[in-house]
């Protein structure tokens, strides 16, 4: 693991819940959970990627943290950037400046704008222009390109165009919501080397992402999310080292479940958001379940770590 020489978090997410307002076919409103007590802290210098399985949370935080969430949504909890408390007139003042996201979905991408404005966005003047043709070049995008639509490209194309948004932008602190998948490895790897770019050079990085083995040779850390909630934090070097350097029963089978790790499933399925169990969320598809695991269970501090877990060791 590097090592973080700014202690201080650039952002902290401490026990965010989201809940959305839906109505049923009576016109009563209920609440429906789909994040709790999710935690995380990102420092600058450092890369934390953020694996678990669709349904997880993972995008939803990304959102959460930039303002994003619809109307119905609710949430509670403490979310910080840089020691301050984001609220939403600070969430619009810092989104797309001190705070870019690399978003999922090149929906994102304004239609009716040529991707080379789009690129530059608030910078101005010839700067502008040459650090976006840099950025395109970079990814093997030709000078041309600059003057497309977004309906134009491939989506490989639109992917690479969307991380030079954040590789050419002031932001301290980057959100990159699956910017792999589409690619080819040459270029998801040159991505994820800017990714490291941007964290040596003081800046934060989250990266949400499947490709967990991709994520092992630039990430700091891993945070691993299990139908809304954080499981596990730990060193992108335990995963490394293989599944008994992990510490909870999930981040293990999440591990052996890889291709490159023999491709050992486990029964069952991650629970839906209006059928959460009670006390620990993977308690019915684990193996060392008790009675004790139908309690509310904290994250707790282990071997250079943190687990959600009464049995991790």
Do not use: W
Request: net charge positive.
């Amino acid at each position: 693991m590097r090592e973080i020489k700014d202690k201080v978090p650039l952002l902290e997410v401490q026990d965010l819940s989201v809940a959305f307002r839906m109505y049923d076919k009576a016109i009563h409103q209920e609440e429906l959970q789909v994040i709790s007590d999710l935690s995380i802290t990102v420092r600058k210098g450092e890369i934390l990627a953020i694996a678990g399985s669709s349904g997880s949370g993972k995008s939803l935080l990304a959102h959460a943290v930039l303002g994003l969430l619809p109307s119905n949504a609710i949430c509670k909890g403490s979310i910080r950037y840089n020691g301050q408390q984001l609220t939403p007139e600070l969430q619009q003042r810092l989104r797309g400046t001190k705070i870019a996201l690399v978003p999922q979905s090149v929906t994102y991408l304004d239609p009716l704008m040529q991707v080379g404005q789009q690129v530059r966005g608030t910078l101005k003047g010839n700067g502008a222009v040459a650090a976006q043709r840099k950025a395109f070049k970079r990814y093997d995008l030709e000078q041309e390109t600059e003057k497309m639509y977004p309906f134009q490209l491939s989506g490989g194309m639109a992917r690479r165009v969307l991380a030079c948004t954040a590789l050419i932008s002031d932001a301290q602190l980057i959100i990159a919501d699956e910017p792999t998948p589409g690619l080819g490895t040459e270029v998801a790897m040159e991505m994820l080397r800017t990714f490291r770019e941007l964290a040596d050079s003081g800046k934060g990085v989250v990266l949400i992402t499947h490709d967990i083995e991709l994520a092992f040779g630039i990430a700091d850390r891993i945070a691993v999310f299990y139908a809304g909630t954080t499981v596990e934090t730990a060193a992108a070097s335990d995963f490394s080292m293989g599944g008994e350097a992990l510490r909870h029963p999930y981040s293990k089978a999440l591990y052996h479940a890889l291709p490159q790790k023999g491709f050992k499933p486990i029964a069952g399925s991650q629970p839906y958001v209006g059928d959460l169990p009670k006390g620990c969320l993977f308690a019915p598809r684990c193996q060392y379940m008790t009675e004790v695991c139908g309690n509310k269970i904290p994250m707790r501090e282990l071997r250079g770590g943190t687990v959600r877990c009464i049995h991790a060791t």
